[in-house]
């Protein structure tokens, strides 16, 4: 079992807390460095995978039993500090962010900045902070992991669309269902339709066309700090 953080942006951070999301797809590097056109779970080895002659293994990077703390956008009170002695990668003054632990929030505040502000750092204030500067003590989801498969992400079906959160709306006698994988403001005639959606706008144009390998993780939600 591993403890590791997994990031979320906002819209998969609530189908978290709605119960709608139970499953996520993350691109296979393993399977992806190699030629392969089959992929089978290795045997004794979980979250082992590779090809059928054996001549190919590689770890997809998660396991059964895997506990994932969620790392999500938030908001900090707190101040900056120069870096004694620190410098970034061009050269430049290295700062840091002093967070006070207790005042943290989900939801923004009525004022707070997006960056660090250049005239007054010193001055303590509420921050939107990126949710890969998240801590471990922050995190308020924990994922345990159920399942690990390894396959192309076109093959993700109905059942997988809407484990990743796809919306589907009621059908009525006038309108079809409809699913929609974000606000509803673009919705679709079936659930891979809009996850498709869905993975492009994370990925980028043309992401789901490329039919890659990918990690298909099944997990249980719990609301609450992994240590908690």
Request: aromatic share 12%; with cysteine; net charge negative.
């Amino acid at each position: 079992m591993v403890d590791r953080p997994i990031p979320f942006s906002a819209p998969m951070v609530r189908a978290l807390l709605d119960g709608r999301k139970t499953q996520t797809r993350r691109i296979c590097t393993g399977a992806n460095g190699f030629d392969l056109t089959y992929v089978v779970a290795l045997d004794d080895a979980p979250g082992w995978f590779g090809d059928e002659e054996g001549e190919v293994c590689f770890s997809a990077g998660f396991k059964p039993g895997d506990r994932l703390y969620v790392r999500e956008e938030y908001y900090q009170f707190g101040s900056w500090h120069v870096v004694e002695g620190g410098l970034t990668m061009g050269g430049k003054t290295k700062w840091a962010f002093d967070g006070a632990k207790a005042m943290v929030s989900f939801d923004p505040p009525a004022d707070f900045l997006v960056s660090r502000d250049k005239a007054f750092p010193g001055l303590p204030r509420w921050y939107k902070r990126l949710g890969r500067f998240m801590p471990r003590a922050l995190s308020r989801m924990t994922l345990t992991v159920t399942d690990v498969r390894v396959q192309r992400l076109q093959d993700c079906s109905e059942a997988d669309a809407l484990a990743e959160g796809v919306v589907e709306y009621e059908p009525t006698m006038e309108d079809p269902a409809e699913f929609s994988a974000f606000d509803g403001t673009d919705v679709f005639n079936n659930a891979v339709s809009a996850y498709h959606d869905l993975w492009n706008r994370i990925n980028g144009p043309g992401a789901w066309e490329a039919n890659p390998w990918v990690v298909a993780v099944s997990f249980e939600v719990r609301e609450g700090n992994i240590d908690g």
